[in-house]
């Protein structure tokens, strides 16, 4: 039986991620239609903590968490804080208020907050040409939070657009307090969760938020758990270890996005709008240039 090389099985990795990442704007939607956004991050942590355990248990990796130091251990344990607790609270209020196509495009932006937090926390300086990507991007960020409408400047959902905004600050921290984190990938993922979702699950039974769940909602919620929060994070991980060019494995992520639109007109309904197309668009030139810049001074 012949044997697939490295870079072949890193890149069937990837697109695994990618798909997966594609779906999720729609699997969010569908799952705010049931329950609230408190009520989704609860139930999907739930799910994630129980997937992440198994493969832990499969792997062996397990026994990597008894061979833990105290500081190690803690500060796994208050990042959950951060990722899954107040990352996707925040993600899934701006799909509640947001449209899913609007959302989703501003999701991307995270990778723009990255260099520009890194500047004050890790004392990196900001490069020129991140700050050009930033702001390339994030006129397309007023183009959607507008609707195109520059002139007035009057943003269609004030709330939604800062909860989106917000989560990308979150998810720009998660990723740069983890620059400190010495725990393997998935084990420090997995206590992420040891530590949210208990608090989560407490919050949501003091205000009833799962109170008349539904299938629809439920399964909502173990696909997000599954597939969002745990199976795109170990094909990506995996692709990333697989691959000999990193620069080239992460254009990948550029397929997202149309995906994910093509899939928010099927399944939703949502007619896409032209300032979601071009502000998307200004959102991924400036990631591109971004990257493209980055390989170069490789």
Do not use: C
Not at 154 to 175: C, D, I, K, M, Q
Not at 238 to 260: E, G, H, V
Not at 261 to 283: K, N, Q, Y
């Amino acid at each position: 039986m012949a044997v697939i090389p490295a870079h072949q099985r890193a890149l069937l990795n990837g697109l695994g991620a990618v798909l997966l990442w594609s779906t999720v704007a729609t699997a969010f939607k569908i799952s705010l239609a049931e329950v609230s956004p408190l009520g989704l991050v609860t139930l999907a942590s739930m799910v994630s903590w129980v997937f992440l355990l198994l493969v832990l248990l499969v792997t062996g990796e397990w026994q990597k968490l008894r061979e833990l130091e105290a500081t190690p251990l803690t500060r796994a344990l208050l990042l959950g804080l951060l990722n899954p607790g107040l990352y996707y609270l925040l993600l899934f209020a701006a799909y509640d208020l947001l449209l899913a196509q609007e959302a989703m495009a501003l999701n991307y932006t995270w990778a723009l907050v990255l260099p520009v937090l890194a500047v004050p926390l890790l004392r990196q300086p900001l490069k020129r040409n991140d700050a050009l990507a930033a702001a390339i991007s994030y006129f397309g960020v007023v183009i959607i939070a507008t609707r195109g409408d520059l002139q007035s400047l009057s943003f269609s959902n004030p709330l939604g657009v800062s909860l989106a905004l917000g989560s990308t600050l979150l998810w720009a921290l998660y990723w740069i307090a983890n620059t400190k984190n010495v725990v393997a990938p998935i084990p420090s993922l997995f206590l992420n969760f040891t530590a949210a979702t208990p608090l989560l699950l407490a919050a949501s039974l003091w205000r009833g938020e799962l109170v008349g769940l539904t299938a629809t909602g439920a399964l909502g919620a173990s696909y997000v758990g599954v597939f969002e929060m745990g199976v795109s994070f170990i094909l990506w991980l995996r692709a990333m270890r697989l691959t000999d060019n990193t620069a080239r494995l992460s254009t990948l992520i550029f397929l997202a996005p149309p995906l994910s639109l093509l899939l928010i007109w099927a399944f939703l309904g949502e007619p896409i709008m032209a300032s979601t197309l071009i502000g998307l668009i200004l959102i991924l030139g400036g990631l591109g240039w971004q990257q493209l810049s980055t390989a170069r001074l490789a």
